[in-house]
């Protein structure tokens, strides 16, 4: 059964800077479109950024041009670097498969514990 584990969130001040990371126990690791959800307080979980296995990224507009996803085959490893955080992205953030599309991306049904991102003064 998959495992994901999710690391490196906390509080941080509006403009500043975490790297979260989540370690993957799949065997398919290697051949599948990683992504980063986020679930805000009583907000639905979102999509926000994806690695496929070809190394193409995408992002959600929200996040474009601060947050930056990327992979680690060999150590079955997603990061997520966000840059110039706002109040917005507080959320608990999590990693899962994209198996579908932006808007129906099929995430497993097993989810990790998240980590916690709060940004405020």
């Known amino acids: 059964q998959v495992q994901l584990v999710e690391s490196g969130g906390g509080l941080v001040q509006p403009g500043g800077s975490l790297k979260l990371s989540c370690v993957v126990s799949?065997?398919?690791?290697?051949?599948?479109?990683w992504g980063w959800y986020r679930q805000a307080p009583g907000k639905q979980r979102e999509l926000v950024a994806t690695t496929a296995s070809a190394g193409t990224t995408n992002y959600a507009d929200s996040v474009k041009g601060r947050f930056s996803i990327s992979r680690d085959n060999t150590k079955m490893t997603v990061y997520l670097q966000m840059k110039d955080l706002k109040p917005e992205d507080t959320a608990v953030y999590y990693c899962n498969k994209v198996a579908g599309i932006w808007t129906d991306p099929r995430p497993y049904g097993v989810w990790g514990q998240g980590t916690q991102v709060t940004v405020s003064s």
């Open positions: 799949a065997t398919t690791f290697s051949v599948r479109t």
